[in-house]
């Protein structure tokens, strides 16, 4: 039986690109449509659409946004063209730093721009057709994911996870929450557990939020309690997503993950990475490697706008944490659940 989830987060439309703004959920649920490269490159910096697969597609639809753009621009010949949009796609690279799949899509994109033979139109028409491409293949990727982990998740199985990973952090479906859905297809006994994940809050605001969409039952907890609720044996197994996933299996996910793979280890509960082959960086070999996202103070010093810290003292916001691959029980992916040693299996299976 499939799962049928109602969220589409970012897609295609005619000439611009039609997504759901995720800094208003849960108070209102809204479509934005972005129609200029510039204004993407705000959308994926501004967070209106975070997820390490929702921002690679939206960095890919961004480049055909600045090529429709260059088509009004006086250039002497296509390769002019072409310079001035490769650059361009460099520079949506450069709008959050973690999440690999955003220099996936666009290297994506830059690898057409580089290799076509056609005139500017053809270029525009080929850039278009090939994010509605990355777009579909995306759901189809998250549902193998889904069904992969799902014959992982024990009978009744209440599933913790950090962060939102979910239909709304990807095109649809999603990647830890693409598990849940596809367990929760087989066994509506199963529940889910989401961390807070303070500061910006992506589990309480947007976890909680789409599993209801999704009649998913979801009990919110804050970011400190995961290891009482392992204690009391009320956790079974722990499904996240990822930003990037190193060569050795090192995994960056939102600042917090690392923590709680620690408490699932010495509660000898299973933590499971659930990816597409997209997240994982080959040309680095360990998580030393990863660039993590320094983010704003205020996303630490206020909530909803008013300040809840003293003046006048030091703050640090890293977005993201490293988990090292010996926490990781597997890699759950398009291509299978990958299991230590993660530098064999990840090699293998990008030979699939
Ligand atoms: O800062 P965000 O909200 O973009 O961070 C999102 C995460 O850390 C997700 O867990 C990760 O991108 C995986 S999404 C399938």
Redesign the pocket.
């Known amino acids: 039986m499939e799962f049928k989830s109602k969220i589409k987060t970012i897609e295609w439309v005619d000439n611009y690109s039609k997504m759901v703004d995720q800094t208003v959920i849960p108070y209102e649920y809204k479509f934005v449509n972005i129609t200029t490269g510039d204004e993407m490159f705000h959308a994926i910096r501004d967070?209106i659409v975070?997820?390490?697969?929702a921002?690679g597609i939206a960095g890919a639809h961004g480049i055909v946004l600045y090529a429709q753009e260059g088509a009004n621009k006086n250039f002497a010949d296509v390769e002019e063209y072409k310079n001035w949009l490769i650059q361009k796609a460099e520079y949506m690279k450069t709008s959050r730093p973690t999440?690999v799949n955003l220099m996936w899509a666009c290297e994506k994109q830059i690898e057409i721009i580089r290799n076509s033979s056609s005139g500017i139109n053809g270029i525009i028409e080929e850039l278009k057709q090939n994010g509605i491409k990355l777009e579909n293949e995306d759901i189809e990727i998250n549902k193998k994911i889904g069904d992969y982990g799902a014959e992982v998740v024990p009978k009744g199985a209440t599933i913790l996870t950090h962060?939102?990973?979910g239909a709304l952090?990807?095109v649809g479906y999603?990647?830890?929450l693409g598990v849940v859905r596809s367990a929760f297809a087989k066994d509506n006994t199963i529940q889910v557990f989401a961390d807070e994940t303070r500061p910006?809050q992506?589990g309480a605001r947007i976890t909680t939020f789409e599993l209801a969409m999704d009649g998913i039952p979801v009990t919110l907890i804050t970011d400190g309690m995961c290891s009482y609720f392992m204690n009391k044996g009320m956790i079974d197994m722990v499904v996240?997503?990822?930003?990037r996933i190193a060569a050795n299996g090192d995994t960056a996910?939102?600042i917090g993950t690392y923590t709680v793979a620690i408490a699932a280890k010495y509660h000898n509960i299973p933590f499971y990475i659930a990816?597409p082959l997209s997240t994982i960086d080959t040309s680095i070999k360990s998580g030393k490697e990863i660039p993590i996202e320094e983010r704003s103070r205020e996303e630490v010093t206020h909530i909803n706008g008013k300040r809840i810290c003293a003046e006048g003292i030091n703050i640090i916001n890293p977005?993201?944490d490293v988990t090292p691959h010996e926490l990781i029980a597997g890699i759950i992916t398009e291509k299978g659940i990958l299991r230590p040693d993660y530098n064999k299996s990840i090699a293998d299976a990008f030979k699939l």
């Open positions: 967070m975070r997820g390490a697969p921002i999440a962060c939102n990973a952090a990807t999603g990647t830890a910006r992506q996240v997503g990822a930003d996910n939102k990816a977005g993201f």
